[in-house]
């Protein structure tokens, strides 16, 4: 498998293009982030519409601290953590008082809190200008290793090594670390909590376990991830607007979630690759339209969200334990409403 | 200009409950957040434009009066019942196969269902605002301060013209009252022999037509539309049902009132409150404030939830 993922990038690279090294990319981000919303989703049995929000707060935290924009330059490292942090301060900050509503209102609360905050980027350029609107930030900082720019394609032993590539391994890297430190979490105290809480929270409450306080773990610890990935996504693109962190993306990611299996580690990593790399081929059908109808009718790329939507539908209507997600999963998701 | 803010206040207040109405409907029988009621608003503008487009185009683009108040109400019944049809459809599709999941489930497939209409809607009407036709007269009458457009005295006859004749509706025909029955307890009234598969289809179907009706007249007052509009279209029906008590019809039409005079000052005092600092950019933000407050400190409304019980 290390060899695998070692080789990858070479191999994508040399088969498909470069192009598909990228979607790697952003499929290995999905990944973290998926496993973050599954924290707040799958662990806890929170429905967080708004997870995109501290994905921004991420972006923008890296975008801001770390371009002409302020003219701050603070180093990629140091600003992985603090974005994450701060995103997780976002969370509770969220979280504290929305966490006692009921889980649908919560949903309703946490959505709109997520366009919420775009409304905020969008207009927060004036009268100062900090996030500079609909426009975006640009030149933001590459991360550096060793005084070396990550985000360069450099020639080694006579093999180029594309910048795609370099951020692979980083991001990889960093996908491992998310999913060892979670399955460490949900096998411990506080993830044995949340699966109380997720299959009766009155009974939580009745052993004793502090259901409002582990709420708001869960909350933080989702948003600490997405603003960690979000850090990531800033470095990576150079760039950030507002038009990335639309309530399409939380969608997208909670369909990731759904369809790789609630509460599912792998199945959740699998949900995210299968569902980034899904739309990416979908650009072919341009072509396609051209050659058969000798017109294009549908953007491909304009179907990415239609494709989740119907895909999140039959998933939770047939099969709502996802791909890879197990049969106590199944009954919890199916059995007749009960108490709440 | 206090005024002008009461009365833009009570025309959005007006939408709002047309909306919440719909929405509470469904809410007090089911227990189910209609998500995809927003974008039913939605399809219903839309639908509006393409067909007075195209009836225009049928008899040219300058009429009288009269002739533009029959195409007018051709589209709003053209957009109320191809509504109605979509949410019997969504209905069908997205929430009877999870009528007894628990309660995340139909949520989740609502959501779905409207990510799906919006992005469909977006492939057929593209992107971009596109305008409403101008078929009434510009201008509007002048009450003291305030002006307020034709488009928006359309609204204001409709709305109540509308809720009355649910009201009757709901108290005098049969399906109404075994609406109301089903919505005290939907077991019960099964066993009583409604047949409440029948009454949540109404429900649904009734719920919808207000809301392509709501799609129409916004579509014709704010003078263009976009796929967008039903995001923030069923978080203020949501907002609104939760100020006036979710699942009470009354509270619904309070609730929208209320909400849309709240909002309409907000946006007015704003600027001056913040130095100019905030403007109208920032107005969907009021109804979000209102939605956590009373949600937090009196989750009931100001009504009283129906079947408060099961809350």
């Not at chain 1, 720019?149 to 080694?156: G, P, T």
């Not at chain 1, 376990?209 to 850090?231: H, N, P, Q, S």
């Not at chain 2, 469904?26 to 009836?55: C, D, K, Y």
């Not at chain 2, 049902?241 to 009470?248: D, P, T």
Request: overall charge neutral; charged content about 10%; glycine content about 12%.
């Amino acid at each position: 498998v290390a060899l695998a993922l070692l080789g990858a990038p070479f191999a994508v690279g040399a088969l498909l293009g470069n192009y598909w090294v990228r979607v790697m990319d952003m499929a290995a981000l999905y990944v973290i982030l998926a496993l973050g919303l599954n924290v707040v989703v799958g662990m806890a049995g929170l429905l967080d519409l708004g997870y995109v929000a501290f994905y921004a707060v991420g972006a923008y935290t890296m975008a801001l601290l770390s371009s002409p924009q302020l003219n701050l330059h603070y180093s990629f490292w140091a600003l992985l953590p603090l974005a994450g942090v701060l995103a997780a301060i976002a969370g509770v900050a969220l979280g504290y008082p929305v966490l006692r509503l009921r889980s649908d209102y919560l949903a309703m609360v946490t959505l709109a809190f997520g366009e919420i905050v775009r409304i905020f980027l969008n207009n927060l350029d004036a009268p100062i200008n900090i996030t500079n609107g609909p426009m975006g930030i640009s030149g933001i900082s590459p991360p550096y290793l060793l005084g070396y720019s990550l985000k360069r394609n450099y020639e080694i032993f006579g093999v180029e090594v594309t910048y795609t590539a370099i951020f692979w391994y980083l991001i990889i890297v960093l996908a491992l670390a998310t999913s060892f430190l979670l399955s460490r979490l949900r096998d411990s105290r506080i993830g044995w909590a949340w699966g109380a809480i997720r299959e009766d929270e009155l009974a939580a409450r009745t052993s004793g376990i502090d259901v409002r306080r582990l709420k708001l773990y869960a909350f933080g610890t989702g948003a600490f991830f997405a603003g960690f990935a979000g850090c990531i996504f800033a470095a990576f693109q150079g760039f950030v607007s507002p038009e990335s962190f639309t309530l399409f993306e939380s969608i997208a990611v909670l369909c990731m979630v759904v369809l790789g299996g609630i509460g599912s580690l792998p199945g959740v990593a699998v949900g995210a690759v299968v569902l980034t790399v899904l739309p990416e081929s979908l650009r072919g059908l341009n072509d396609l339209q051209q050659a058969l109808l000798g017109h294009q009718y549908v953007n491909g790329t304009d179907l990415r969200m239609v494709i989740y939507s119907v895909v999140l539908l039959l998933v939770i209507i047939y099969r709502p334990q996802g791909l890879l997600g197990s049969e106590q999963r199944r009954r919890e998701l199916t059995a007749a409403r009960g108490g709440s | 200009v206090i005024e002008q803010q009461f009365v833009n206040g009570v025309v959005l207040g007006c939408i709002y409950a047309m909306l919440a109405l719909g929405f509470s409907m469904v809410f007090g029988i089911l227990r189910l957040i209609n998500f995809a009621h927003g974008e039913v608003f939605m399809i219903g503008a839309m639908v509006s434009i393409t067909v007075l487009n195209l009836l225009l185009a049928k008899v040219g683009p300058s009429v009288s009066l009269v002739v533009a108040g029959t195409l007018l109400l051709t589209t709003m019944i053209v957009a109320a019942v191809s509504c109605g049809v979509l949410g019997m459809a969504l209905e069908r599709i997205a929430y009877r196969p999870l009528r007894k999941a628990p309660v995340l489930a139909p949520l989740i497939s609502a959501i779905a269902a409207s990510i799906f209409l919006q992005n469909v809607a977006m492939l057929i009407w593209g992107r971009q605002y596109i305008a409403f036709p101008a078929i009434l007269p510009t201008g509007g009458i002048q009450i003291g301060d305030a002006a307020i457009s034709w488009s928006g005295i359309l609204i204001v006859v409709c709305a109540p013209l509308l809720m009355a004749a649910l009201n009757q509706f709901m108290k005098r025909t049969m399906i109404g009252k075994s609406m109301r029955a089903t919505s005290e307890d939907l077991e019960v009234a099964a066993y009583m022999g409604i047949d409440t598969d029948r009454v949540i289809v109404a429900a649904f179907f009734v719920g919808s037509v207000l809301a392509g009706v709501a799609g129409t007249l916004v579509s014709l007052y704010i003078g263009a539309t976009n796929y967008f509009i039903g995001f923030w279209a069923i978080m203020k029906a949501f907002a609104a049902a939760v100020l006036g008590g979710v699942g009470n019809l009354t509270g619904a039409v309070l609730g929208g009132l209320l909400l849309g005079l709240i909002e309409s000052f907000a946006i007015g005092f704003l600027p001056d409150l913040t130095g100019g600092i905030m403007g109208t950019q920032y107005k969907d933000i009021f109804a979000f404030i209102v939605l956590v407050v009373f949600l937090i400190f009196r989750p009931s409304g100001l009504l009283g939830e129906q079947a408060s019980e099961r809350a």
